[in-house]
């Protein structure tokens, strides 16, 4: 296959886009040398803007070389179904009712599980949450484990060896942890439908392998760093205002029906506006919502649908 100059220039975006994922830190510092562009820099030195600013620079190039219909139509023609499931997911599981109840089933098999200290609530997080993803999805399980990590653990004063083996291992379970069903990890999704993989096929085939694999790396990390463990305290967060339970159950409803209707943008976005507005309406129980960091996420998964589509000829 012969490829266009479209699709050529679409590679070399596509590679240039990887080059500067790796290349961040230099526009960061760029930031503090040229101050009068510092905010231009700092855009540029986040990982999430990536893709998207690339994504940018090949729809204007297909304006300048194709014209505006041809542009147009591109970008029409691509699905952004995920990016936009991703921010409203991500925004849902890292409100305060949904956090006070994932952290009520911490606790709780914190307390069944036989091990000192942080050692438990560790290990707790790195099975139980993965394997949640099953059935919350992928994005809302790694949203729910790296806030709850980040004030528990991470804020600690642990050390830095300490943070890279648990989010290794939090990137690996959370990935391997959404194949007990067939609608919570991407890949999965992917090709579910057309190989007729159900849940039950998932769970008897993968699901229940990958369930041992969690374990057993979640087991692994928190034994190594059995001595930082041990001196963890675990305390019950009581910082914020318990939140009603009928507003967690209400919470719990929006992430069940954004979950279910994960598919039809139209479906799961209305849900999410209707959410904003409870959030609104009860804001003494709310923290700040992370709006900002879900359309990061978002826009890097739709520069990556952009950019993507121009590389299928290699």
């Known amino acids: 296959m012969t490829p266009t100059l479209i699709e050529l220039m679409g590679a070399g975006l596509f590679a240039l886009a990887i080059l500067h994922t790796f290349s961040t830190g230099f526009?960061?510092?760029?930031?503090?040398?040229?101050?009068a562009h510092a905010g231009l820099w700092h855009l540029l030195g986040e990982v999430e803007v990536v893709f998207g600013f690339w994504a940018l620079v090949l729809v204007v190039a297909l304006f300048t070389i194709e014209g505006e219909a041809a542009a147009i139509h591109y970008?029409?023609?691509?699905?952004?179904?995920e990016p936009m499931f991703v921010f409203a997911i991500m925004v849902i599981a890292g409100t305060r009712p949904i956090l006070q109840t994932a952290m009520v089933a911490v606790h709780l098999a914190t307390r069944l599980i036989p091990l000192p200290g942080g050692m438990g609530f560790c290990f707790t997080i790195l099975t139980l949450?993965?394997?949640?993803?099953?059935?919350?999805?992928?994005?809302?399980?790694?949203t729910l484990a790296a806030l709850i990590l980040a004030e528990h653990i991470f804020a600690k004063g642990i050390s830095a060896h300490m943070k890279y083996a648990i989010l290794a291992v939090l990137f690996v379970n959370i990935s391997?942890?959404?194949?007990?069903?067939?609608?919570?990890?991407?890949p999965v999704l992917m090709v579910a439908s057309k190989w007729n993989w159900d849940t039950a096929f998932m769970l008897t085939t993968f699901g229940w392998k990958a369930a041992i694999a969690v374990v057993v790396n979640a087991l692994c990390v928190t034994l190594l760093f059995r001595e930082e463990l041990r001196l963890l305290p675990v305390t019950e967060n009581?910082?914020?205002?318990a939140v009603p339970p009928v507003l967690a159950g209400v919470?719990?409803?929006f992430l069940a029906g954004i979950?279910?209707?994960?598919?039809?943008?139209?479906?799961?976005?209305?849900?999410?506006?209707?959410?904003?507005?409870?959030?609104?309406?009860?804001?003494?129980?709310?923290?700040?919502?992370?709006?900002r960091e879900g359309l990061l996420v978002a826009f890097f998964l739709a520069g990556l649908v952009v950019l993507g589509g121009q590389q299928q000829w290699w």
């Open 27 to 35: 526009f960061k510092r760029l930031a503090y040398i040229q101050p």
């Open 75 to 81: 970008v029409d023609s691509r699905n952004f179904t």
């Open 129 to 142: 949450i993965p394997l949640l993803g099953s059935f919350i999805t992928e994005p809302a399980a790694m």
């Open 176 to 186: 391997i942890g959404g194949t007990l069903t067939h609608f919570a990890a991407p």
């Open 238 to 241: 009581n910082r914020h205002e």
């Open 251 to 253: 919470h719990l409803a």
């Open 259 to 291: 979950v279910m209707f994960s598919h039809h943008p139209a479906m799961f976005m209305g849900l999410f506006l209707f959410f904003l507005g409870i959030t609104h309406a009860y804001q003494q129980y709310q923290d700040r919502l992370i709006l």
